[in-house]
């Protein structure tokens, strides 16, 4: 088979794609180590670049819609998860509830809470619109890589280095 599209217009590396839930934009994430974080929001009628979205300080590395596509939340190695208005492409807010390198970010179904996976072993739960981290979930040996949430909204699961997958209660901890 031959690519339909090919596009070449970004920083480095792509290390995640995400389709809007309406699948009229598909935002990438990716850039250079060590060097500035790359997100750019593509619209899928024509593959016309949108928007540059900048403020990370290093490698996008997971990339999340909210349920109705008015968010996006990007994790990066520079150890924050930032908050995007899909819409005006301005930063809304930026997380800093981990103390190394962020790999996964994953939004509650309702989108009113996101989770997060770090080199730092553990997985953070956090309020989208305060910002406070609600749970910490920790006791893994190595890097959490990734996380997602359960459609039910109970329960997070997380995986990682270590060859295991840790189911998490989303309502109490």
Excluded: C
């Excluded at 995400?18 to 619209?43: C, H, N």
């Excluded at 800093?96 to 009113?112: L, R, T």
């Amino acid at each position: 088979g031959q690519p339909v599209k090919v596009m070449t217009n970004v920083l480095g590396a792509v290390n995640d794609l995400r389709f809007s839930p309406k699948g009229d934009l598909l935002a990438v994430g990716g850039g250079q180590p060590s060097a500035k974080g790359d997100l750019r929001l593509y619209q899928s009628s024509d593959w016309k670049l949108v928007a540059t979205l900048r403020g990370h300080d290093d490698v996008v590395f997971s990339l999340a819609f909210s349920p109705d596509g008015a968010q996006l939340a990007s994790a990066s190695f520079d150890h924050s998860v930032r908050l995007w208005d899909v819409k005006s492409h301005a930063t809304l807010k930026e997380y800093h509830h981990h103390s190394d390198f962020v790999y996964a970010v994953a939004f509650s179904p309702d989108g009113k809470k996101l989770v997060s996976a770090s080199k730092d072993r553990t997985v953070q739960l956090f309020n989208v619109e305060t910002g406070k981290s609600v749970f910490t979930f920790s006791g893994m040996e190595q890097d959490v890589m990734a996380v997602a949430y359960h459609p039910n909204g109970k329960s997070i699961i997380s995986s990682g280095f270590e060859p295991a997958i840790h189911w998490w209660n989303a309502e109490n901890g």
